[in-house]
T-cell receptor
Framework: GENVEQHPSTLSVQEGDSAVIKCTYSDSASNYFPWYKQELGKRPQLIIDIRSNVGEKKDQRIAVTLNKTAKHFSLHITETQPEDSAVYFCAADSGTYKYIFGTGTRLKVLA | GAVVSQHPSWVICKSGTSVKIECRSLDFQATTMFWYRQFPKQSLMLMATSNEGSKATYEQGVEKDKFLINHASLTLSTLTVTSAHPEDSSFYIC??????????FGSGTRLTVV
């Protein structure tokens, strides 16, 4: 089955700097890769996603890149703000709408 | 957008008792729902896939008799934690897929077994 690894587990950046979170997956059949942001005690919220037929996708300060050959994908947040502080999870699909999540990255943006 | 409602948001129960958690898709029909478990500061672990009108599919290592799942209608799936013990204390969260909005999570249920 699918296995998703995520790094780093914690990340602290100064406000305004960029943050990069990386994930690798094992199942070459996976073709959908969402990223979720979870604030303490709340439900995960989808922030961006990418499909395997696309190498990069951007939405304002957030971008995701996918290297299908190497089986890794990354989340890039530019011009970070304190409200970006949260736990971020990557995921890969493993069957129809069945997702396997990465271990999470706790991002702290320092003002 | 699609809304998935989950109840209760938190529950405290005594060891040995059972607790039922409901997951409802409010404005769409979901033939498949998913149940996840999340320990503090850890990732979401898929427990099972809930299939409307048929048996749930459990992930490896998840006890079927411990975590009973019922998906009796296209808008409701329930997870019952039977004979709960303190180690079952966790954050349980469901999700469902809407064809328009994709994957939507419920608000989660924090279970504390004392």
């Amino acid at each position: 089955g699918e296995n998703v690894e995520q790094h780093p587990s914690t990340l602290s950046v100064q406000e305004g700097d960029s943050a990069v979170i990386k994930c690798t997956y094992s199942d070459s059949a996976s073709n959908y890769f969402p990223w979720y942001k979870q604030e303490l005690g709340k439900r995960p919220q989808l922030i961006i996603d990418i499909r395997s037929n696309v190498g990069e996708k951007k939405d304002q300060r957030i971008a995701v890149t996918l290297n299908k050959t190497a089986k890794h994908f990354s989340l890039h947040i530019t011009e970070t703000q304190p409200e970006d502080s949260a736990v971020y999870f990557c995921a890969a699909d493993s069957g129809t709408y069945k997702y396997i999540f990465g271990t999470g990255t706790r991002l702290k943006v320092l003002a | 957008g699609a809304v998935v409602s989950q109840h209760p948001s938190w529950v405290i129960c005594k060891s040995g008792t059972s607790v039922k958690i409901e997951c409802r898709s409010l404005d769409f029909q979901a033939t498949t729902m998913f149940w996840y478990r999340q320990f503090p500061k850890q990732s979401l672990m898929l427990m099972a896939t809930s299939n409307e009108g048929s048996k749930a599919t459990y992930e490896q290592g998840v006890e079927k008799d411990k975590f009973l799942i019922n998906h009796a209608s296209l808008t409701l799936s329930t997870l019952t934690v039977t004979s709960a013990h303190p180690e079952d204390s966790s954050f349980y969260i469901c999700s469902a897929n809407d064809s328009l909005d994709g994957y939507t999570f419920g608000s989660g249920t924090r279970l504390t077994v004392v």
